[in-house]
């Protein structure tokens, strides 16, 4: 049952990460476009809100480490980091739906 769920996690650890890079992807080919050819505008604040709140346990965590400089892997540790609480957040709410319904 932890080997299972453990697996569940990784998955939508995964599944997160990938929607994370596809979403900063997607804001920085929209932003490329003019504005007098299409306004994206509207979209391209509506995405960087999503990413926003993606993205906030990794902001969370930058934020704790005091001083101007950072360390080296901070960055790519907090992504992963990140990635894994919203991986566990989505098995346990997976397992819950199941068990309840």
């Known amino acids: 049952m932890l080997r299972s769920l453990a697996k569940s996690a990784l998955l939508w650890a995964g599944v997160h990460f990938l929607v994370v890079l596809a979403t900063g992807g997607v804001i ?7 504005p007098r050819a299409v306004n994206l505008d509207p979209a391209i604040l509506a995405l960087v809100e999503v990413e926003d709140i993606l993205l906030a346990p990794r902001k969370l965590l930058l934020r704790t480490w005091p001083g101007e400089a950072t360390p080296r892997g901070l960055g790519t540790a907090a992504s992963i980091v990140n990635s894994l609480a919203w991986g566990v957040a989505g098995a346990g709410l997976l397992r819950l739906a199941r068990l309840a319904g």
Do not use: E, G, L, Y
Request: no cysteine.
């Open 28 to 34: 920085f080919v929209a932003s490329r476009i003019p």
